[in-house]
Nanobody, 120 residues
Framework: QVQLMESGGGLVQAGGSLRLSCAASGVIFSINTMGWYRQAPGKQRELVATVTSGGSPTYADSVKGRFTTSRDNAKNTVYLQINSLNPQDTPVYYC??????????????WGPGTQVSVPP
């Protein structure tokens, strides 16, 4: 059983920084693209960033310059560094990864989410 678990969310003052982590565990043969989405109350989940197995990142235009994603393949972990936080950065952040597990077929997995709070 493959699981993803995010960590690192919390309350941060505006202008501060936060580093989110997401670790995959279970029977894993390989992990393809990993990424981050976020979802504010009453809004659709939106893509924030992705990173390929080779480490190449892509970002949503709304976060370019402030967000940095990276991964440690040896630890099956993806990171999201968020700088210059503002109250609009307060959705729940979800990690996702396309993983080949015991079924030997790739499928997308999601973490339960981690809340980031930036008080106005």
């Amino acid at each position: 059983q493959v699981q993803l678990m995010e960590s690192g969310g919390g309350l941060v003052q505006a202008g501060g920084s936060l580093r989110l982590s997401c670790a995959a565990s279970g029977v894993i043969f390989s992990i393809n693209t990993m990424g981050w989405y976020r979802q504010a109350p009453g809004k659709q989940r939106e893509l924030v960033a992705t990173v390929t197995s080779g480490g190449s990142p892509t970002y949503a235009d709304s976060v370019k310059g402030r967000f940095t994603t990276s991964r440690d393949n040896a630890k099956n972990t993806v990171y999201l560094q968020i700088n210059s936080l503002n109250p609009q950065d307060t959705p729940v952040y979800y990690c996702t990864a396309r993983i080949i597990g015991h079924s030997l077929s790739a499928r997308a997995y999601w973490g339960p989410g981690t809340q980031v709070s930036v008080p106005p």
